[in-house]
């Protein structure tokens, strides 16, 4: 018997809720960091003023027009990549295993979408942003309402959020090495500070200050990243961590991952789940929800394609795309992967556990921080530290500067069309100052909250994304799609996604005991806007222009027709490498079989339920033997007494048809550490009978039970254990 799974030291420190999360930075990581910053400030500003195409809008919102797939495919991949990934991704690889994977690998799949099928007419048409592209395509009123809701979303999704995870990595790392208490009471200034650094360059030097910094801070990111994934393994695969002649010993990573995989629940290699599953995210929700989600995100958003319409020419406009999707397979092992390296280092008692949350249970969100104060030494911490701020950076500038280009291009040259480039620029700098604020005072507000920050995220974008998803595909693929029918589904998405953001908000969101979940919601959306669409246009058919006819495919097939001026940039050839590589590690992680969660309450005889008690389940698989602790009632935090659980705050849970052997005892006194006093525990509050503290004599079976498909609610499937005591 091996109980793998250790809840109670796995979600508690055991220590207080006051835990030094310092990480202890020395004047080494300081110099690093300094230098860091004030070079990437330079460098944007020095990117865009040596460009004399400065002086025009093409030079400043476009970059002259002259990126090429190389500083499109980095700067892609750098825009996306923000401190949300390097604070939420590590917090899900902890919990809940490579699930969240999803959002990195299925991203592979709608760059190729982007790559293929509408890089081509956004570059054709020549458009400076994506609101100007819908224009041509159907009339101004999408335009207008796109320009809008594109500039909120750039304030509210990338600058918001990736803000918000930015303060909180600061307030755990170089706060504290400034001798800084509470930093939390400082995140004001915090976040004033990370956007006003960011800020600056992106003023000065637009688009091409943009891209040129975004190439160079994909690279310390991805160092930053390597040596947190790879020390970890290494110290799982046998190193000291201080003997750094041992590094060319590469068999130690090797035998890191072997050790993580033994060492935690096979359900954290799964990247697939069931309904029933905790998450809430269900294999067939990713499958049908993410692509609504990323066409939006990769193939519509003026702050991630803005990157594609300064490239040099179709060819790569095509290819950048196709190259962003190569690098999102390194997101998983980089960023979601050391959340599960940090998972078997405390299981196995190499590093401490987490610290404590003020809820009680562990701060899961500090796994990328913790992993940096235990795994890398003085100097290693300030690359990492200075990868965090390129990240933040990366994403914060890019939504600034597509923010100032739809304002001046799309709002303001409308009413003033005869405004110079001169002053369209100063327009653009002075929206870029406001923004920022506007996104200042977004981010205190969404602040707090029981949710991960990412899936705050992800929710938000569930509502948001399906109007110019169904648009913009059905523009581009299907000739008869009206005007009329393009406004109308803007506007009317828009509206349901609002209530549909409500009713989610206030749990309303279940038929019987089955959950339409934001992700599964998006889809939903998605298709009875596409039904709209579809009777609007042909009530209204559309009267195209010579312009709008050549912006709609004659047949999907056409796009594999173009052949590329240079042969090794053949976008077909690429987009079939990525799209058998990405298939080939669904494969490999999609999981072979189910595993459900565990839960229960222990009571006595007149159904109260008993606290701070050991349950120890034993089963004929030790991977599966668990052991947790039943809960204190709380009724601040609404906890119940005599709960226990497995595989629902981390991933877990067994196999159908599995059958335990239950045991329920005291619990027994930590083993204290060398040199500490041995720490007294509370007697329980009930006597439990002898036969129920021993495996080999206790009476308790539970046979793990199927969860039917479709059912998200499973109250009915809790394991309630009653004991003859009073």
Partial sequence: MNHVQCLPFLLGS?????????IGLGWIDNSVILIYLVGIVLLGCWAGLRKKAQSDGGGYFLAGKSLSWPIIGLALFATNISTIHLVSFPQSGYTTGLLYGNYEWMAAFTLVILALFFAPFYI??????????????????????????????????????????GAIVLEGTILPALDIQNPEQYRLITVVALCGVTAIYTIVGGLMAVVITEAVQ????????VCITALGLYMLGGWDGQTFADLYYTGYMVDGWETMKASVHPQNFSIARPDCDPSGTSWYAVLLGYPVLGIWYWCTDQTIVQRVLGAKNEDHARIGPIFAGLLKVLPVFLFVVPGLICLSLIQSGTIDPLPTASGGGAATEKTYTHMIQHVLPLGMRGIVVAALLAALMSTVSGALNSIATLVSYDLYKRWAPNTSDKSLVRIGQFVTFLAMCVAIGWTLMISGGA???????????????????????LGVFWRRG????????????????????????????YIGDYQITPMLAAFIIAALLTVLYVVLSLIYPHKHTEESEQLVWKSPLAAFLAKPKNWALDHRFWSLVLVVGMGSLYWIYWGEENYYAIEGQVTNSAGEGIESVEVIFDCDDDRFDFTSVTTVADEENDVTAGNYSYGVKLAGGAPAGTVYTVAIRPVPPPKPKEGEEAVEVAPPTVAIPDQFQSLETTPLKITVKEVPAFQTETEQFKYNIKLPIE
């Fill in 218 to 225: 994909t690279v310390i990111l991805l160092i930053g990243a």
């Fill in 482 to 509: 009206s005007g009329v029918a393009g406004l109308v589904t803007l506007i009317v998405g828009f509206l349901v996604g609002i209530l549909g953001a409500i009713v989610t908000l206030y749990e309303w969101n």
């Fill in 124 to 165: 054709r048409s020549r458009v400076a942003t994506l609101p100007d592209f819908l224009e041509k395509r159907y009339n101004r009123g999408c335009r207008d309402v796109w320009a809008v809701v594109s500039i909120f979303s750039a304030i509210l999704v990338h600058i918001g959020f990736t803000l918000l995870t």
């Fill in 14 to 22: 055991g220590g207080s809720g006051d835990v030094d999360v310092n």
């Fill in 451 to 473: 949710k991960s920050i990412f899936q705050k995220m992800v929710d938000l974008l569930s509502f948001v994304a399906p109007p110019p998803a169904v648009v913009f595909t």
